[in-house]
């Protein structure tokens, strides 16, 4: 064991074993970091397209939703026979909702 600057081979040795083996955990800290970002990455990537996705589809709905209320409204202000045939067509479906409503209500208990 030779003393060079009051370091023996034995505690080089030992240090640079200690200095690999910090190093190799420090390299696979950051490889599961990258693979972590990589899956973040991926991830953000499938939610913007997915909101891209819905992004289109309020957009589709929107129209259908605008065009149908213009419809409404024209049907309204054309004068009184539709706004009857109109009232009648809401209470049908009103009718309809409620004994669909009855019927499941007396089918499950």
Do not use: P
């Amino acid at each position: 064991m030779a003393n060079r600057n009051g370091w023996t081979s034995l505690s080089e040795e030992a240090m640079d074993s200690q200095n690999r083996e910090y190093q190799e955990r420090l390299s696979n800290k950051a490889a599961y970091l990258k693979s972590l970002a990589f899956d973040i990455e991926n991830e953000a990537k499938d939610h913007h397209r997915l909101l891209d996705d819905v992004g289109g589809d309020f957009d589709s709905s929107t129209g259908l939703l605008g065009s149908t209320l213009g419809r409404v409204q024209k049907l309204l202000g054309q004068g009184r026979t539709n706004r009857q045939i109109m009232c009648y067509t809401i209470l049908v479906v009103i009718f309809t909702f409620l004994l669909l409503y009855y019927i499941i209500y007396r089918s499950t208990s």
